[in-house]
């Protein structure tokens, strides 16, 4: 066997968009942003969460690549457990301005 042989050449441009962190939007009760945070960022390098609009609970998860089945995960164990609720929003609807938002009151 040569050196390289058996080596298959990839695409820079291929290699530079499985590399993206993913953006997710969310809105959870305010009073749980900064356990969503803490839970989240608890893992270093999975993910960033940002808030958008403390008042009205939208969250940014920016997830690094390869993780995005194990974010997804932790959601929704969270959510199973009673710990937060959590309501995905469509990317677009984060977009900055508050009147987007239907704010409806936890119970």
Known sequence: MQYGEGIEAVDPNQRREN????????RID????????????AYDGMAVVTTLDA?????????????ENLV?????????????YIEPLASGAAG?????????SFT
């Open 55 to 67: 008042a009205l609970g939208i969250v940014s998860v920016a997830v690094a690549p390869g993780s």
């Open 96 to 104: 900055g301005h508050r009147q987007e938002f239907k704010c409806t």
């Open 19 to 26: 590399l993206r962190t993913t953006q997710h939007f969310y």
């Open 72 to 84: 997804v995960e932790i959601i929704a164990a969270l959510e199973a457990e009673g710990e937060i």
């Open 30 to 41: 305010r009073r749980d942003i900064s356990f969503l945070r803490f839970i989240l960022e």
